[in-house]
């Protein structure tokens, strides 16, 4: 054992800089997999047979492969059929969009599929237009239930941007691995590289929590 | 008002209603009632089409609305309905409850339709409860909140399903007591209950179910004190 952490100091603000690259992936991706999310979702409760094959074929896929295949597909694979040499910032954002729609729309479905049948009822009986009712009676209540489980989705996506570094993007954890190869110490610059990301989950969590309890005034 | 004619209603293989016929005059306080599985929830549930019947027509103050193209949101905003389980909505503050549709269906100013909301408060006297959320109140108070709701849409008919059998006993009162007040307006009104002295009160008419048949259509003196049906005999002598 003899690990010295004064002698990646000098490369900390490298990989702390690593934390705006993971975030922008971030946060570009839950903004577009939300939108498309909830576009699924809408699809996944609607009576349109068609609509609703769809989205639950295209949420099994993205269950039913790795997101680093889709991830080294959508990168490496679609430059060969269009020539069109993909970013890591489009390749990763589109990739991770697509795969937190699939999972962020299973979870908003759950959510509007657990709101009281009786709400949507009375909303009916006072002749209440379907996208109103959707919009300011069954959405409401729903996002209590949803928001949880939207934290989840909101860690998991800001762990899965890791998966960038394979494609050359500068995130927190390739810089780490950098520094790593360039002074050939590992667990100094890996373990930083770690801590930072369990910090950025922890401040997520503690925002969701004060979200919620915002959420829950009217119980 | 209101005219049934031949209305069944089956869900998959279970038949729920049979070859039910009825008519409702504007202003009649009718209560339907019957053992437990017996179909009136189904039939009242027909009239606003929250069930859509299987066969049969329903016709609303001479217009069909079974019919395929009728306007169904037109035809409930004139229908109101209060449910055994209140279904306030609890996003909302009672007043918000009250106002949300006139507001948001009718397209009444906003200001016209609070007005309107404390008033109605007011007449279920819960006036002072306008501000809070529905998880504040009793069930006695929610089941006012949601008449209180309903009657703000200005329906002609209204229909009540089992207003009164998720509330504790001495909570009953109170909401039979509006209702009470409600028949006297000369509303339309259709009243699923199992609260035989309040029927045999305030009813112009008792239909009596059972098995998904109408088997009694009598004024209340009548159908409580010489019922025709072995049926409804042995149903009273139960319930009485």
Known sequence: ?219 | MINVQNLSKSFGKLDVLHNISVEVKKGEVVAIIGPSGSGKSTLLRCLNLLEVPTQGHVFIKGEEITAPKADTMKIRQEIGMVFQHFHLFPNMTVLENVAYAPINVKKIPKDQARQKALDLLARVGLADKADVYPSRLSGGQKQRVAIARSLAMEPEIMLFDEPTSALDPEMVKEVLEVMKSLAHTGITMAIVTHEMGFAREVADRILFLDGGRLVEDATPEEFFTQPKSERAKTFLEKML
Do not use: C
Not at chain 1, 101 to 113: D, H, K, N, P, Q
Not at chain 1, 204 to 218: I, Q, V
């Open chain 1, 1 to 219: 054992m003899n690990l010295d952490f004064s002698k990646i100091v000098p490369s900390m603000p490298f990989i702390l800089q690593g934390i705006g690259v993971t975030l922008e992936y971030m946060l570009l991706s839950a903004l577009f997999g939300l939108i498309w999310g909830v576009i699924l979702s809408l699809f996944k409760i609607s009576n349109n047979k068609i609509l609703n094959g769809f989205a639950v074929f295209y949420t099994s896929i993205f269950r039913g492969t790795p997101l680093i295949v889709m991830l080294a597909l959508i990168h490496f694979a679609v430059p060969q059929l269009t020539g069109y040499r993909i970013e890591p910032i489009q390749s990763g954002v589109i990739t991770f969009a697509l795969n937190a729609a699939a999972y962020i729309s299973e979870t908003i479905r759950g959510g509007i599929m657990s709101v009281d049948k009786g709400q949507r009822e009375a909303a009916l009986s006072l002749g209440v237009p379907y996208r109103k009712m959707m919009w300011d009676i069954i959405l409401p209540q729903a996002i209590k239930n949803i928001l949880p489980a939207m934290v989840n989705e909101g860690i998991a996506l800001l762990k899965d941007t890791a998966l960038v570094s394979t494609i050359g993007a500068l995130d927190l954890l390739r810089r780490g691995n950098l520094v790593a190869a360039e002074k050939y110490i590992y667990f100094e610059p890996l373990l930083f590289v770690a801590v930072i990301y369990y910090a950025m989950v922890m401040i997520l969590t503690g925002g969701a929590k004060l979200l919620e309890r915002r959420l829950r005034r009217s119980d």
